[in-house]
Every structure is written in structure tokens, then in C-alpha cells.
């Protein structure tokens, strides 16, 4: 008995080790697609990006002063070589052309405005979804189950902005619960407003994915065990049931995480929050290309390293997924 | 679980669709208004008999952009999944018929693209590209044929292990002819209703890039330039901003509905 338990034990973990392997390669890989995309992009600007960045009537010993700051003037694989050797070796993503200082020193400077959003809206969206999937799967096929079934049809096609200039129109100008936009009101009431936006869209399907998986469990041969035994519904929710759909909706998470950062930096700017997503538009306005291959970069690193810890607890919290 | 029920959602959906392309491809041609002619005359008026849909800040109609732009972005949204929906559903085949190393790469390059920030890359395409339809089309071959490319590997796997498959490699039908002619007609019914999903997806993210000024570029009428338009009216003209965005849910309830309700009907059917 107790060699097959340990048997048991050391396949898992040999699963486990395995699935990591993998995982952290696949990671690896999404950060190696977006470094050559990043750097390629510059390279498919048709004419030349000096000209572009500078405008039709620059000098040309500024277009050339340009050029070499870029590495334009270097052969393609040296280019290359040189942007992978700074990135890696010295976390240097390249100096902003407006501004002139490192792009890293600024993309630091914007992430804790949206940081928290993005940690505001996943608050909201975890706590509602659960609330809701529960009383659909305890209701089921009530009417408020019905109405919760129908609701991402409606949600699915509302762009995040248009949401989110709804939002103010009804809370901000018209309730006054809300500013209208800016962080002037302080910090967190300013975010209240675009974290409900942004956690508006995410929590109709994972609601609607948390209900199956809740009804799921609820019908599984265990729950009617323990239904049968007389534990009582409540306990049998809390402590069973929940548990079980812990993981399903840690992988929704995961999976869900690249639209909840794009809605994020997109809501900045209905909200004018000066995040992230602000320093990313102006700097596509302004045409600062190392500004904005670096915003990529650190916004695709972010996405990769959270969606691969999020998938490892929830590999370690179910060994059952480690095939 | 109640297909029955589903099946007014399917009609509901396409009437709604039906109607909804209806008006984008004849409601520009019998509607009075010229989607581009400024009335200066004109400027901020609130819905009323003349203007249905209102004015905006330099007097053009609102119904006629929204009509108008419903051609851009429908034309577009259908035409930039041609290319990944294709893709998808033949290398989603490939990997599930063939197995082995060819299965190996095209399933790692789904689970690897499937963690992409696509969003951020839908935006940074569109970027350098230039502000046009270019970006949209390039970022989305890139990555939207990841989706059916999932769906078409599992459906081709489980029914590459019937018998009747078997029985036609029996009889010497060459792979593809087996591909095309007997896996392909079980496998699109599931890559379609897919399609409905994704083309919501595709619809918000076009109209995304047109509010963000990197999409369909300015005097073009298109339902995310004209909600940034009306943007910083919202207190005083809301309908500017308010009208196209009901557009693209209304689209999306649509699809939705043609969607889920396509998956029921085929479920029953034993697909």
C-alpha cells in the first residue's frame, strides 16, 4: 500500500516536472516571437523610418544622426544581435525619441497607475463571476439563470471604450458617483469607474464558463454522496464544490489575461488615466518607435510570466492536468 | 440540453442578421443623405424627423455614416477571416490526420500563439503599417487561425479512428481526396460556429482600431472613428457616440445568437 503511494507520488511529480519543462519552453518561445515581431516591425515600415519618424522635411544630417541612435546603419543580423544582447544583458529597451530618456525608466514610471487598475478589475470581475455563477448553478434553469445565460450575447459585442463612455455618462455626469476621468479625486476612486469597465466585459463568459463547470461538480457522483449523507447544501458549496472550480477558472483566467491588459491600456484613454495605455498611444502619435516596440515587450513579458504562474498553481493545485 | 428551445434563437438571429446586412448594403442607396455632405446649417441636431439618428459637430447625418459605415466594417470583418479561417481548418486537419512530428509543430504553435498578447499586437501591426485596413488583415492571419485550428485537430483526430475511414483507405482513396471529401463536411459545421464568435471578436477589434485613429482612416465613416468623434460631446450630443456603438452589439447579439444556435441544431444532429 504505502509503495504504490509513493510510486504514485513520484509519477506525479515526474508529470509535473515534465508539464514545467514544457511550459516554461512554450514561454520562452512567446517571448522570442515577440522580440523578432517587435524588431522586425520597425524594419516593415515601407521608406525609411527616419523619414517617417522625422517628417518629409528633416535635414538629412539629422535623419542620419537619427539613423545611428536606431542601429539603422548596421547590417540587419548585427541590428539584431545588438537589440537581443541589450535586452538581455542589460535590460535596455532603447531611449525614447521624445523624451529622450530610457524608454524602461518610463514604462516604470506609468506601471503602478496600471497595475492597479488591471489588479482593480480583476478583483471585481473574480468576486462577481463567482457570486453570479452561483446563483445561476444553485437556480438552475430559473429565470435568473436563464437571463444569466442569455446576457454574453448581449455583452460580447460592446467595445470596451464605447462601455466605458456609457459608464460616465450614466455614473460620472449624471449620478456624480464617479469622476468623470483623471486621478485629480485621488487614486483609487479615480480607477473605481474604468476597473468596472474593464471587468464589465470579462465577467459575462467567465461567468457563463464557471456556471457549467459549478453544474458540473454539483452533478458529479461525490456531491450526491454527500448530499445523501445530509451535509448540508451550504457546506457542500463552500467547501466542495468551490474548490473544484477553482482551477477550471484559474486556466479561463489565464487564457483571458492578453484581453483584460489590451482592454486595460484602451480604457486609460477614455478614463485619461495616465497609465501604460497613455504612454502607448501618445507615443504612437508621436511616432517614438523604441517607445513603443519597449511598451510591447514589457506588456507581452507581463502577460507571459502571470498567464504561466497563474497555469503552474493551477497544474500544482491539480495534479490531474499534468498529462 | 433544450435544442428545442434554442431553435427561435437561431431565427431570431438570423432575421437579425439578415436585416442587418439588408441595411448596410441597400440602406445607403435608398436613404436620402450623403454620408460624407456637411451641413454647417445643421450642426449637433438630437434625433428628430428630418435627422432619425441626429447630426454631428459638422452637420452630417448619423444614419446615413452609421448605414454607410456598416459596409466598411461588415465587408472588412468578413473578408479578414477568410484567409485564417482557412488556414486554420486545413492545418487543424493536417495535424489531427497525420499525427506525429507535423501534429507536434502545429500543436505547439497553437499553445504558444494561444498565450499571445494578440491585442497588443493587433494595435502595434497597425501602428507601422500606417493607419488602414492593412494592419488588420496582417495581425489577424497571423494569429486568428489559431482557434480552428484547435477545433479542426480534435474533430479530425476522433474521427480518423472510425471505421469508415478506414474502409475508404481500404478501398485506395488517396489522403486528401479522404481529407476534403469525407472529414472536411464533418469538421466545418463546428469551425463555423466558431466563426460566429470570432467574427464579434474581430468586428470590436477593427471598430477598436478605428476609435484609437490606427484603423479606417478619418473622412471613411466607420463605427469606431465616429464614436471617438462624438466623444468629448457626450454630455451634449450622446447619439454621435451612442448610435454606432448599438450597431456593433446589435451585431454581435446577432452572431451570437446564429452561433449558439447553430451548435444546438448540429449537436442534435449528432455532429
Known sequence: MDSIQTKRNTEEKKRFRHWVRGALFRSLLVIVFVMIAVFFLIRLVPGDPAVMVLGEHASEASLEALRERLGLNLSLPEQFVMFVKNVFLKADTGASIKYGVSSRSLVFKYAPVTLLLVLMATLITVAVSLVLAVLAATHRDQLFDHIIRVIPAFTQGMPVFWTGLLFILLFAVHLHWFPVGGLDKGMLRGLTLPAITVAFGQIPPLVRSLRERLLEVLEADFVVTLKAAGVPSRTILFKHVLRNAFVPSLMLFSVNLSYLIGGTLVVEQVFAVRGVGKLLFEAISNRDFPLVQAIALYCAVFVVVISLVTELIAHKADPRMNK | ?271
Open chain 2, 1 to 271: 440540453m433544450n435544442g428545442k428551445k434554442m431553435k427561435p434563437a437561431l431565427k431570431t438571429g438570423l432575421c437579425l442578421m439578415g436585416l442587418i446586412v439588408l441595411l448596410a448594403v441597400l440602406g445607403p442607396l435608398v436613404y436620402g443623405y450623403d454620408p460624407y455632405a456637411q451641413d454647417l446649417t445643421a450642426v449637433l441636431l438630437p434625433p428628430s424627423g428630418v435627422h432619425p439618428f441626429g447630426t454631428d459637430q459638422l452637420g452630417r447625418d448619423i444614419l446615413a455614416r452609421v448605414l454607410y459605415a456598416g459596409r466598411v466594417d461588415l465587408s472588412l470583418m468578413v473578408l479578414a477571416e477568410i484567409a485564417p479561417f482557412t488556414i486554420g481548418v486545413f492545418l487543424g486537419m493536417a495535424a489531427g490526420w497525420f499525427g506525429g512530428k507535423v501534429d507536434w509543430v502545429i500543436t505547439l504553435l497553437i499553445d504558444t500563439f494561444i498565450a499571445f498578447p494578440y491585442y497588443l499586437l493587433v494595435i502595434v501591426v497597425a501602428f507601422v503599417t500606417g493607419a488602414g485596413i492593412r494592419g488588420i488583415f496582417i495581425t489577424f492571419m497571423l494569429v486568428g487561425w489559431l482557434l480552428y485550428a484547435r477545433v479542426a485537430k480534435g474533430m479530425t483526430a476522433s474521427l480518423r479512428s472510425q471505421e469508415w475511414v478506414d474502409a475508404a483507405r481500404l478501398q485506395g482513396f488517396s489522403d486528401l481526396r479522404i481529407i476534403v471529401r469525407e472529414i472536411l463536411p464533418n469538421v466545418l459545421p463546428q469551425a463555423v460556429v466558431v466563426l460566429m464568435t470570432d467574427m464579434t471578436g474581430l468586428l470590436v477589434m477593427i471598430v477598436m482600431l478605428g476609435y484609437l485613429g490606427i484603423g479606417i482612416s478619418a473622412p471613411t465613416p466607420d463605427w469606431g472613428t465616429m464614436i471617438a468623434e462624438g466623444q468629448t460631446m457626450m454630455t451634449s450630443a450622446w447619439w454621435i457616440s451612442v448610435i454606432p456603438g448599438i450597431a456593433v452589439v446589435l451585431t454581435g447579439i446577432a452572431l451570437s445568437f446564429i452561433g449558439d444556435g447553430l451548435a444546438d441544431l448540429w449537436r442534435e444532429d449528432g455532429f
